[in-house]
T-cell receptor
Framework: DADVTQTPRNRITKTGKRIMLECSQTKGHDRMYWYRQDPGLGLRLIYYSFDVKDINKGEISDGYSVSRQAQAKFSLSLESAIPNQTALYFC????????????FGPGTRLLVL | AQKVTQAQTEISVVEKEDVTLDCVYE???????LFWYKQPPSGELVFLIRRNSFDEQNEISGRYSWNFQKSTSSFNFTITASQVVDSAVYFC????????????FGKGTKLTVNP
């Protein structure tokens, strides 16, 4: 089984809808991250969490919110989806003892119409 | 501020050619790590290698090799005898351990290996 899983893997939604992307990990890592990838722009950090009580904004957090329900779960919400949030979203994890290496989930492709 | 530059947006080669993907980085941290990730057409991000700032030894893994040079702030990736399965987008990334500890990615190089 994959160490970092994301659900759904693909999602189509309409402008204005609220949508949640979920990430779960079995690696026992305490740090979790959400990134989005747009063609030609690489990956950009949306939010990150160093433990259950810690949530931090990344470089592009506007229009997004997150919830760290447990050490193993980190959800990303789009409160009111807009077309320019169409992207590939990745969850990642890292261990506080080895914070330099992040392990990525398979990604969620989101299309906002 | 930290920055990773992959100047090559796209590269196209014929199978069996050698190809080098360039990566230049900027950081003020004395301790940092550099990475290469592969993103095949299926979309997942595959970790290839991690290098710390104190280890400038080049590394070889099969057909892959990496050349880390602090003097030029570069961490280049060479694929020898390329194969069609090497076609992917390759990302170079950097994390510095002197402050924010955020992973910064380059914009990627799309490699196409033609048969």
């Amino acid at each position: 089984d994959a160490d970092v899983t994301q659900t759904p893997r693909n999602r189509i939604t309409k402008t204005g809808k609220r949508i949640m992307l979920e990430c779960s990990q079995t690696k026992g890592h305490d740090r979790m991250y959400w990134y989005r990838q747009d063609p030609g722009l690489g990956l950009r950090l949306i939010y990150y969490s160093f433990d259950v009580k810690d949530i931090n904004k990344g470089e592009i957090s506007d229009g997004y919110s997150v919830s760290r329900q447990a050490q193993a779960k980190f959800s990303l919400s789009l409160e009111s989806a807009i077309p320019n949030q169409t992207a590939l979203y990745f969850c990642a994890t890292s261990d506080v003892r080895h914070t330099e290496t992040q392990y990525f989930g398979p990604g969620t492709r989101l299309l906002v119409l | 501020a930290q920055k990773v530059t992959q100047a090559q947006t796209e590269i196209s080669v014929v199978e069996k050619e050698d190809v080098t993907l360039d990566c230049v980085y900027e950081t003020r941290d004395t301790t940092y790590y550099l990475f290469w990730y592969k993103q095949p057409p299926s979309g997942e991000l595959v970790f290839l290698i991690r290098r710390n700032s104190f280890d400038e030894q080049n590394e070889i893994s099969g057909r892959y090799s990496w050349n880390f040079q602090k003097s030029t702030s570069s961490f280049n990736f060479t694929i020898t005898a390329s194969q069609v399965v090497d076609s992917a987008v390759y990302f170079c990334a950097l994390i510095g351990l002197g402050g924010s500890e955020k992973l910064v990615f380059g914009k990627g190089t799309k490699l196409t290996v033609n048969p």
